[in-house]
């Protein structure tokens, strides 16, 4: 398939290096022409442009990778669904839920595939802790507890993500909408939500730590903490069943080693039999993730997490952002 790449910062440039041999990259758009033509130098026959509405319905691209600060990636989303594009938009792809709806009526009238990029999911850690849930040996679910974070970078409070016209909100929307995603994957829906946010560190307009107390209509309860003052940056999930844990650490580079641990409760209870998995290989969620997209467009079935995932998680953080 034919892509397109709207934003060729940081992540776009990781969307690039996770197509396959058999997909081409065709256009890369942002609105800093340099930047994208420094990205399509290094994919031969590709083209560079600021023009995102041309981007987004260019002639003869299937997928369109959509790469922005958060305020520009529902319009630009749009108009790909609009012109019968294929999509893979970033996460939290929207400030709030409510600019999602127009997409969603533009899927539905083009057909239109839009996949959300909460590439967690596809980390070889999580995907061996998806099978060893889907088996049953765990039990019932109960609770999951996650932390993620980082300490940022000088001058971290004048960059977009501090901008909440831009950004639509601090770490809740950022790096806790991933721990959100992950929690609902399991639980399912959140009907009850609890939080707080503050800014306690960074002198800006928007919240450096985010705290959620969330519990599905069977009582299965997420406790989630989302920070950008992790002075070491920091992953973990803990998934606990009724017959044992699973445990998330690490998502490799800064965020150390990534590793699985399988704790299984014996009858008799007592230190439990341990196995434990590491993958020290390069992170390869960016291509499992395209890969399963590709996947989703021959097959016509729609993407699993989709745009109600998407407005899903961002009703949760809208409304811990109305509470606090």
Not at 94 to 105: F, G, M, Q, S, T
Request: net charge negative; glycine share 10%.
């Amino acid at each position: 398939m034919n892509i397109a790449i709207i934003g060729c910062g940081f992540i776009g440039e990781k969307r690039a290096k996770a197509l396959r041999a058999q997909h081409r990259l065709v256009v890369c758009c942002d609105t800093n022409l340099s930047r994208a033509e420094s990205l399509a130098a290094k994919y031969p026959g590709a083209q560079a442009t600021t023009d995102w509405a041309a981007a987004a319905a260019w002639p003869n691209v299937d997928i369109v990778c959509v790469a922005t600060v958060h305020k520009s990636l529902p319009d630009v989303t749009l108009a790909a669904a609009a012109a019968g594009k294929h999509v893979l938009v970033e996460k939290p792809a929207a400030r709030r839920a409510a600019e999602l709806d127009p997409v969603i009526e533009a899927c539905a009238r083009t057909g239109s595939l839009v996949r959300i990029g909460f590439n967690h999911r596809h980390h070889r850690a999580f995907r061996q802790a998806r099978q060893i849930v889907d088996s049953g040996v765990l039990g019932p679910l109960m609770f999951v507890r996650g932390r993620y974070g980082h300490g940022g970078r000088i001058g971290y409070d004048k960059e977009w993500r501090a901008v909440p016209e831009l950004s639509g909100g601090g770490e809740a929307i950022d790096q806790g909408l991933h721990l959100i995603d992950l929690a609902r994957w399991f639980f399912g829906d959140f009907p009850s939500v609890k939080g707080e946010v503050g800014t306690f560190f960074w002198d800006m307009p928007v919240e450096d730590n985010a705290f959620f107390l969330l519990r599905t209509a069977a009582g299965q309860v997420a406790s989630l903490h989302a920070t950008w003052t992790e002075w070491k940056n920091t992953f973990s999930f803990e998934l606990y069943g009724q017959k044992g844990k699973l445990e998330v650490t690490g998502l490799g580079g800064s965020y150390g080693l990534e590793r699985l641990a399988y704790y299984q409760m014996l009858p008799e209870m007592g230190p439990p039999p341990t196995t434990i998995w590491e993958y020290p290989m390069s992170d390869d969620s960016w291509e499992d993730e395209f890969d399963t997209f590709a996947e989703d467009i021959r097959l016509m079935r729609q993407p699993n997490p989709g745009l109600s995932d998407a407005q899903a998680a961002l009703r949760i953080v809208e409304s811990v952002y109305q509470q606090s």
